[in-house]
C-alpha cells in the first residue's frame, strides 16, 4: 500500500531515500516524504502531495540538509486526502521525532481523543499522526526510540510497519511491524530498511524479513531485532534473488510493456528446477510433504484480483489431472465466511506481492480453522509466505507496473506444477500422461514469444478503438477467467467499464446489453482440442454477431470457423486447452496497455491503485 525506507549510513541518505522510494514507488503514489537528522544533529523532512517527481522538485528548489540517518515513505492514501499536511513523515515530541506509516491504525481516533484531551495538537487528518504524537509523547517519558516503540504498539490495533528517527538519537533508525512488510537490507558500514527489497537492492543484496510483532533497531554497524516485549527474536539471511537493473525500465516506454514481454522467461524462470526427466518434482512440495499432500482431499484457493483468476484457470487443470475438488474464494469473502475446513483440506493463497491483507488474513484463518497453507508468491521473505506451511515461489523477476501480468502467467505456471506433482503423488496420472503435460508446459515460453508478435495488430485495434466507452469479454472453460482478467486489466489500465462473461451464461441476462457496434472480445477454445466446446462458443459469437456485436476473436492459428462472423481474429499458437489460457491472456493485457497508452493514460501507476494492498 505504501513505500517504506530507511537508513543508516555514510552514503548520501537524500539520495538512498529517493531512489529506494523511486523503486517503491509501484506501491503508492499519492505523496511521498522524507525525514534526515542533519550532521548538526537537527531533524529536517520535506513533503508533497502527488507523485515522487513533485517531492523531488520540492527539494530541488529547498534543499535540506543531509546526514546520516533518515527515512522516506510514499503514499498510497487512506486516512486524509492526498495533500501536503496527510504527506508522511509526521512528527511528536516538539518536532523532534519524525515517523512514518504504512498500514491501518484502527483505533486512531480514542487515542486521538486521549492526546487532545492531553493539550497535544494535530496538523493532520491521518491515523499516523496520531501514532507519531504518541510515540513522541512516550519518548519524552522513557527517552528511548525503541523502548517507546515497545510502549505503544500494544496499544495499536490493525496493521501497520512504522519506522522513526529522533534527533535527540542520531545514527539511529527504529521500526515494527505488524501484518505489513518490513525488510532489512544489511550493508557493509550501513543498513537498511524497506517495504521490499526493492527499496536498497542497489546498496545490497543480502536481506533479513523481519517477523511478525517485531521491532528492529539499525544503526550503521548493527542490527537488533526483538519481539514486542524486548526479547531478542532469531533473524535468516537471505540473498535478493535479482539486482537493481531488473526493476529498472531497461529501455522500455513502460514497465507495464517491459514486463508483458518478460512472460516467457515469468514462465521459464518458474518451471527451472522443477522438472526431472518429464516429470514435476517441486522441492518445496518435498519438504511440505508428500504424505501430507497424498491425504489432501479438497483445495480452497484464496487470493484477490488477477491472482484470483489465475486460481480459476488452474482449478480446472488441478481437478482434471489430480483429481481433487478445488474451490476459489475472493480472500476478503472467505475470511468473513464460515467454511468447512477439515485437517485435509489444503489451503492455497496466491499472491505477487505476499502482502495482500485480504489474502494474509484468510490464509491466517484458514489455518487456525485447522487447514494446512501453501503460498504462491513472487516476492522473497514477504508476509504471506512467512505465515504458510510451504511456498512456491514464481520466478518471474520483480513486477513493477500496478497491472499484473508476468506474474499472472507465472502463477498458473506454478499452480501446474503443483497440480502435476500432486497428479503424481496421487498416482492420478501415468508417467506418460504427466510427461505430455510437461512438454506442454515447457513448450509455453516460445509460444507466448509467438503471441507478443500481434503488438502491431492489437495496437491498431486499441487506436481504433481508443473512444470506445465499454468492452464485453466472453470466455467458456478455462478461458472464462481469461475474459474476467481482460476486463480487468481494461478496467484498471484504460478506466473504461469492462466486464467478463462465461460465454454460456450471456443468454441468462447479459446478452441484453448487446446492441450494434458493442465490442466483444471472445476467447475461442481450440477446434481441436475443445471439439466439445468450440461449436458452442462459435454459436455464442453468432447469437451476439446477429445483434451487431462487434467481435474481436482470440482463436488458434487455423480456426477458419470465427473467420464469417469476427471482425478482428488475433490468433494464437495451437496449445493443449489447459495451456490456452497462458497464450490467449497476452493479448488481452497488450490491448488494455495500447488502449491506455492512446488514451494518454500512465500504464505503470494507474489512478486510485496501488501494487499491493496492504489494508483490509
Ligand atoms: C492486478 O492487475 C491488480 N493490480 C490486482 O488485482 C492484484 O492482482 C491483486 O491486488 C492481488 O495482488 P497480489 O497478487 O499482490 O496479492
Not at 307 to 333: C, F, M, N, R
Request: glycine share 8%.
Amino acid at each position: 500500500m505504501c513505500g517504506i525506507v530507511g537508513y543508516v549510513g555514510s552514503n548520501k541518505t537524500v539520495d538512498v531515500l529517493m531512489g529506494g522510494l523511486r523503486r517503491l514507488e509501484y506501491r503508492g503514489y499519492d505523496s511521498a516524504g522524507i525525514a534526515i537528522i542533519d550532521s548538526s544533529g537537527v531533524l529536517n523532512t520535506a513533503k508533497k502531495a502527488g507523485k515522487l517527481s513533485a517531492l523531488t522538485a520540492e527539494l530541488k528548489a529547498h534543499p535540506i540538509n543531509d546526514g546520516q540517518t533518515g527515512i522516506g515513505h510514499t503514499r498510497w492514501a487512506t486516512h486524509g486526502a492526498p495533500t501536503d499536511g496527510n504527506a508522511h513523515p509526521h512528527l511528536g515530541d516538539n518536532d523532534k521525532l519524525a515517523l512514518i506509516h504504512n498500514g491501518i491504525i484502527e483505533n486512531f481516533a480514542p487515542l486521538r481523543d486521549e492526546l487532545l484531551a492531553e493539550g497535544f495538537t494535530f496538523e493532520s487528518e491521518t491515523d499516523t499522526e496520531v501514532a507519531a504524537v504518541l510515540l513522541g509523547r512516550e519518548y519524552q517519558r522513557v527517552g528511548d526510540l525503541a523502548e517507546a516503540f515497545r510502549s505503544i504498539v500494544a496499544r495499536l490495533d490493525g496493521a501497520f510497519t512504522l519506522l522513526a528517527v529522533h534527533q535527540d538519537q542520531p545514527g539511529v533508525v527504529v521500526g515494527a511491524r505488524r501484518n505489513s512488510p518490513l525488510v532489512i537490507g544489511l550493508g557493509d558500514g550501513e543498513n537498511f530498511l524497506g517495504s521490499d527489497v526493492a527499496a536498497f537492492v542497489e546498496y545490497t543484496r543480502r536481506a533479513v524479513a523481519i517477523g511478525q510483532d517485531q521491532i528492529v533497531t539499525i544503526t550503521a554497524d548493527a542490527v537488533t531485532v526483538t519481539d514486542f516485549d524486548g526479547h531478542p527474536v532469531e533473524t535468516e539471511e537471505f540473498d535478493i534473488a535479482w539486482d537493481a537493473s531488473a526493476s529498472e525500465k531497461g529501455g522500455w516506454s513502460s514497465f507495464m510493456a517491459k514486463e508483458v514481454s518478460e512472460q516467457p522467461d515469468a514462465v521459464a524462470n518458474t518451471l527451472r528446477g522443477r522438472i526431472t526427466d518429464g516429470q514435476v518434482v517441486v522441492p518445496e512440495l518435498t519438504e511440505f510433504g508428500d504424505d501430507v499432500l497424498a491425504g489432501i482431499r479438497r483445495i480452497v484457493i484464496v487470493a484477490c484480483g488477477t491472482a484470483a483468476y489465475a486460481g480459476q484457470t488452474a482449478k480446472y487443470a488441478i481437478e482434471k489431472w489430480a483429481q481433487v475438488p478445488v474451490d476459489v474464494e475472493l480472500s476478503h469473502e472467505f475470511r468473513y465466511r464460515d467454511p468447512v475446513l477439515t485437517a485435509d483440506t489444503l489451503v492455497i493463497s496466491i499472491s505477487q506481492s505476499g502482502e495482500t491483507m485480504d489474502t494474509l488474513m484468510a490464509v491466517k484463518y484458514a489455518m487456525a480453522l485447522g487447514a494446512r497453507a501453501i503460498s504462491i508468491c513472487n516476492t522473497q521473505g514477504a508476509t504471506i509466505p512467512r505465515e504458510s506451511d510451504a511456498v512456491i515461489y514464481t520466478h518471474a523477476g520483480p513486477e513493477v507496473a500496478v497491472a499484473s501480468t508476468k506474474a499472472f502467467v507465472a502463477q498458473i505456471t506454478a499452480l501446474y506444477l503443483f497440480a502435476l506433482h500432486l497428479a503424481r503423488v496421487r498416482g492420478s496420472l501415468t508417467e506418460a500422461e504427466q510427461a505430455a503435460q510437461v512438454a506442454e508446459l515447457q513448450a509455453i515460453p516460445e509460444k507466448i514469444q509467438a503471441v507478443l508478435g500481434v503488438e502491431d495488430e492489437v495496437r491498431q485495434l486499441a487506436r481504433w478503438m481508443s473512444d470506445t466507452r465499454a468492452v464485453l469479454f466472453l470466455g467458456r472453460h478455462v478461458g472464462f477467467p481469461i475474459a474476467l482478467e481482460g476486463a480487468l486489466k481494461l478496467k484498471e489500465l484504460a478506466y473504461i467499464h469492462a466486464e467478463g462473461f462465461a460465454a454460456g451464461e450471456l443468454k441468462h441476462g447479459p446478452i441484453a446489453l448487446i446492441e450494434p457496434g458493442q465490442p466483444v472480445f471472445v476467447v475461442v477454445p481450440s477446434p481441436r482440442g475443445s471439439a466439445h466446446l468450440h461449436p458452442k462458443v462459435v454459436s455464442n459469437i453468432q447469437e451476439i454477431r446477429a445483434r451487431g456485436a462487434r467481435i474481436i476473436a482470440i482463436a488458434e492459428v487455423g480456426d477458419a470457423a470465427v473467420l464469417p462472423f469476427a471482425e478482428t481474429v488475433i490468433h494464437i499458437p495451437l496449445a493443449a486447452p489447459l495451456f490456452e489460457p497462458l497464450l490467449a491472456v497476452v493479448p488481452l493485457q497488450m490491448f488494455a496497455m495500447e488502449l491506455a497508452i492512446a488514451k494518454g493514460l500512465d500504464v505503470d501507476q494507474p489512478r486510485n491503485l496501488a501494487k499491493s494492498v496492504t489494508v483490509e
